[in-house]
């Protein structure tokens, strides 16, 4: 087996995992990258409404505390302070340097970087290139890494960290050493040592059977990060972004930007009534995102929905130039899936499965409870808590894949490589030959089933009732085994086979965490336990690893220092 050598290895290629390779490479570290994408496609090109950052430009009053405000009040208080302190002070820095590299954003009047209105946030603070941000931020930061000669293996699967293999040596014990990997182009496994990994693997949105995300968040980075003794947080704030396209089937899921409603645009049941009135009058569409999804929700639960199940989402009034110049983007998507002219017609939209608040904890210099293993963007958690305010995903990766860069290359600095620990090879090699041997099933099904599971009992609204149900199904699908044949080369059914177990995992913790909260809060509703209880539940949920087996663990969230207490209402 081939083995390669890098003092640092990012593993993902999108907005996060690229602004990481980009500061350690200015760090000094040798840096590599591995991406089960082609380079330029991750699931970030697909940011649409644009990111978030007190730049003051549309309003001069907004600041990062307010910023800061808006961010802890909307992650309903369990977001970790000093995150977002970091994330709201840091982000207009992370702008300007975008636009050093070459991104263009749109302008205001007066040639300074435009922002609009997005949920939940008290002033304009969204900066954007139409309705297509993740595209530009992405191939901005991609020209950067090129220009640093980075490697890059896209197309290339990391299956499992390796641990060193001096677990006796006290400072090597809970250490990593490197990965095991999957090259689809040449059918090729591999390994690749590092003294350090940054993971920045994504999401977990394709878990459910509705969502907005591409075929890459299945999760998998969270399995990675767990088997190899990292811990998981938050797993049950899972967020349902409120306008999906419900029609055509093919199309369901697929994301009505934000910004739809940024820019004007309102919901209606198929009454023809404003139904956010009766939600939340003061905000009406532009409220968190959340209490809106609920709300759509609750109008087809009631009979208020549409033909295929959704609620309207109008933006006619603004006129055919206003809207081409805005939102080209959902004018195409609607044109080319629906047959809608969204000059003319109105959208049918209804929530899908979005974002994962959750995932793997890191402190504030993105390290987590393993030595060497480093984590940013949506494969972490703590800056979002129960909710993530629209742009923020966007200010958390550039914030955090930075400082991760930062922090991983002054630990491979001062760090010898590990020796990867044989046993843990041969074993993944076992296990990655598995489905070759077994007479199991299609791997489409276990994920099909887990996805159906997910979307119906842990979605936007739970009960324990349903999140047992869920466990149970989970369970019965963990005893599957999956079968692959053919050649290593682009055998995505192989590959769906080896990483089924890890997608089952994530939904364990997921399901777990949701049982294991027994309020509402945030994205998390319970409609056993309809209220939020700050007196019980101002904690965050852990998943730990205990010799294999997942055990919970609440954690009372940390407390904030007396100055930025006050910046609270
Ligand atoms: C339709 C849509 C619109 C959005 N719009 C906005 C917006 O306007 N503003 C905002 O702030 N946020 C938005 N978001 C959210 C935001 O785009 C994402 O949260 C963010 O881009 C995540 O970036 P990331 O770098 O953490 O992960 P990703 O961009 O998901 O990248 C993950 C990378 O990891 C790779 N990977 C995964 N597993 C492995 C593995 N095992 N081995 C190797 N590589 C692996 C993937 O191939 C990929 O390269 C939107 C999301 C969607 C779905």
Redesign the pocket.
């Known amino acids: 087996m081939e083995i390669l050598k890098t003092e640092i290895l990012v593993?993902?290629?999108?907005?996060?995992?690229l602004r990481a390779a980009i500061e350690a490479s200015d760090h000094g570290a040798q840096v590599a990258v591995?991406?089960?994408?082609v380079l330029g496609k991750?699931?970030?090109v697909?940011?649409?409404?644009?990111?978030?950052a007190a730049l003051g430009n549309a309003d001069p009053k907004d600041n990062w505390k307010v910023h800061f405000r808006d961010t802890m009040v909307e992650g309903q208080m369990i977001a970790d302070w000093d995150m977002v302190s970091a994330l709201v002070q840091e982000v207009p820095e992370r702008i300007k340097e975008l636009e050093a590299w070459g991104a263009l954003f749109d302008r205001d009047e007066n040639g300074k970087i435009a922002q609009r209105a997005f949920g939940a946030h008290t002033y304009k603070r969204t900066c954007y290139v139409g309705d297509r941000?993740?595209l530009e931020i992405l191939h901005t930061l991609e020209d950067q890494v090129i220009a640093r000669n980075i490697e890059v293996r896209d197309e290339?699967?990391?299956?499992k960290i390796i641990g060193s293999n001096d677990k006796n040596n006290n400072k090597n014990k809970n250490r990593i050493a490197g990965v095991i990997?999957v090259d689809l182009k040449r059918g090729e496994v591999f390994a690749i040592q590092a003294k350090a990994i940054i993971l920045?693997?994504?999401?977990a949105?394709r878990l459910y059977k509705i969502t907005?995300?591409?075929w890459?968040?299945a999760g998998?980075?969270y399995a990675?990060a767990f088997d190899a003794g990292a811990q998981l947080q938050d797993m049950e704030m899972i967020q349902f972004h409120p306008t999906g396209m419900v029609y055509p089937q093919s199309a369901a899921g697929l994301?009505v930007?934000?910004?739809v409603r940024g820019e004007g645009g309102i919901l209606l049941n198929s009454k023809g009534e404003r139904f956010m009135e009766k939600y939340d009058k003061k905000r009406m569409e532009l409220s968190a995102r959340d209490i809106v999804a609920r709300a759509v929700y609750n109008e087809i639960k009631e009979g208020r929905g549409t033909a295929h199940g959704g609620a309207w989402l109008d933006i006619t009034h603004k006129g055919a130039n206003y809207i081409i110049k805005k939102l080209p983007s959902m004018y195409d998507q609607f044109n080319t899936f629906a047959h809608v002219d969204i000059k003319k017609e109105k959208m049918e939209v209804a929530p899908t499965a979005?974002?994962t608040m959750g995932g793997v904890k890191t402190n504030i210099n993105c390290e987590t409870s393993v030595a060497g293993l480093f984590v940013?963007?949506?494969?972490a958690t703590g800056v979002h808590g129960a909710n993530r305010l629209?742009?923020?995903?966007?200010?958390d990766?550039l914030v955090f894949?930075r400082r991760a860069g930062i922090n991983a290359a002054k630990y491979s600095s001062k760090t010898e490589y590990a020796e990867m620990d044989k046993d843990e090879i041969s074993e993944e090699l076992k296990r990655m030959d598995a489905p070759f041997k077994s007479n199991g099933v299609h791997p489409s099904e276990i994920k099909k089933a887990a996805q159906k599971i997910m979307w119906e009992h842990a979605g936007i609204m739970k009960t324990e009732h349903g999140l047992r149900q869920a466990l149970e199904g989970i369970e019965k699908l963990k005893t599957m085994k999956a079968h692959a044949d053919g050649s290593l080369q682009y055998n995505l059914t192989w590959v769906e086979a080896i990483q089924a177990a890890g997608m089952l995992l994530v939904c364990e913790a997921i399901v777990r965490s949701a049982l294991e909260r027994k309020e509402s809060r945030g994205a998390h509703y319970r409609s056993d336990f309809p209220k939020q209880d700050d007196k019980s539940w101002m904690v965050n949920i852990i998943c730990r690893n205990m010799k294999g087996k997942m055990k919970l663990e609440k954690k009372p969230v940390p407390q904030m220092p007396e100055e930025l207490k006050r910046l609270l209402p």
């Open positions: 593993v993902g290629a999108g907005g996060a995992g591995l991406s089960k994408s991750a699931h970030t697909m940011a649409e409404g644009g990111i978030a941000i993740g290339a699967i990391a299956t990997c920045a693997t994504g999401g949105g907005s995300n591409s890459e968040t998998y980075g990675l994301l930007t934000e910004a979005h974002y940013a963007g949506e494969a629209g742009g923020n995903s966007l200010a990766i894949g």
